[in-house]
T-cell receptor, first 114, second 111 residues
Framework: EAQVTQNPRYLITVTGKKLTVTCSQN?????MSWYRQDPGLGLRQIYY???????DKGDVPEGYKVSRKEKRNFPLILESPSPNQTSLYFC?????????????FGPGTRLTVL | QKEVEQNSGPLSVPEGAIASLNCTYSDRGSQSFFWYRQYSGKSPELIMFIYSNGDKEDGRFTAQLNKASQYVSLLIRDSQPSDSATYLC???????????FGTGTRLQVTL
C-alpha cells in the first residue's frame, strides 16, 4: 500500500530534550516536506526536500532541522524543543513529475512540549 | 510573504444544496492550485487541482480559477453530511514542493 508513515503519532516531552520525528514514504517520491498545523494559522511549511541531500527552508524553519540521506526518509529534528513548538506535524511527499503535484500526507504527529 | 486567504467559516449549508468555498492568493506567479479536504483529527487529502483559467469538474466537485482576479473557488453540488470537513486551499509557486496553504474553511452540511 502506497503510504507516508510518521512516528511517533503522539509525543509529550519537556523543554530542551532533543527529539526526532521520523517520516518514511514507499512511493519513490523525490519531494518531501514537513508542515506544522496550528489553530487559526493553518498548515505552514517548515522544510522541504527536492531530492537526496537537497533541502531548503520553508516558511517557519526556526528551531527545526532536517536531513535527507535516503530518498524514502525525511526525519524532523528538534534539537532543543520549546513550548511554542507544541503543534500537529505532518510529513508529505510528492513525485513532482506529473503535470500536477499531489502531496500525500502522513497521519500526523501530535507533539506537546511542556 | 505569499498569502492565501480563506474565510474560516463555519459555512453551513443544508443537505442537497450547493456549497461554495472561496480562496484568494497574493502571488501572481502562482501556477497550480489545490483543494484539500481535512476531517477533524485526520491528514489532508487532495480532492481537486486546477492550473488553467476556467472551470474543472470532477463528480460533485467543480474548481474555478480566475488568475486575473487571483481567485480560486470550489463548488460542491448536492452536499452530503459526509462533506462536513475543513477545506484547505493550497497554491504552488515555483518549486514543486513549495505549497502555501490557506487557513481553511470549515463546512457543515446540515440534515
Amino acid at each position: 500500500e502506497a503510504q507516508v508513515t510518521q512516528n511517533p503519532r503522539y509525543l509529550i516531552t519537556v523543554t530542551g530534550k532533543k527529539l526526532t520525528v521520523t517520516c518514511s514514504q514507499n512511493m519513490n517520491h523525490e519531494y518531501m516536506s514537513w508542515y506544522r498545523q496550528d489553530p487559526g494559522l493553518g498548515l505552514r511549511q517548515i522544510y522541504y526536500s527536492m531530492n537526496v541531500e537537497v533541502t531548503d527552508k520553508g516558511d517557519v524553519p526556526e528551531g527545526y532541522k532536517v536531513s535527507r540521506k535516503e530518498k524514502r526518509n525525511f526525519p524532523l529534528i528538534l534539537e532543543s524543543p520549546s513550548p511554542n513548538q507544541t503543534s500537529l506535524y505532518f510529513c508529505a511527499s510528492s513525485s513532482g513529475q506529473d503535470s500536477y503535484n499531489e502531496q500525500f500526507f502522513g497521519p500526523g504527529t501530535r507533539l506537546t512540549v511542556l | 510573504q505569499k498569502e492565501v486567504e480563506q474565510n474560516s467559516g463555519p459555512l453551513s449549508v443544508p443537505e442537497g444544496a450547493i456549497a461554495s468555498l472561496n480562496c484568494t492568493y497574493s502571488d501572481r506567479g502562482s501556477q497550480s492550485f489545490f483543494w484539500y479536504r481535512q476531517y477533524s483529527g485526520k491528514s489532508p487529502e487532495l480532492i481537486m487541482f486546477i492550473y488553467s483559467n476556467g472551470d474543472k469538474e470532477d463528480g460533485r466537485f467543480t474548481a474555478q480559477l480566475n488568475k486575473a482576479s487571483q481567485y480560486v473557488s470550489l463548488l460542491i453540488r448536492d452536499s452530503q453530511p459526509s462533506d462536513s470537513a475543513t477545506y484547505l486551499c493550497a497554491v504552488e509557486s515555483g518549486t514543486a514542493s513549495k505549497l502555501t496553504f490557506g487557513t481553511g474553511t470549515r463546512l457543515q452540511v446540515t440534515l
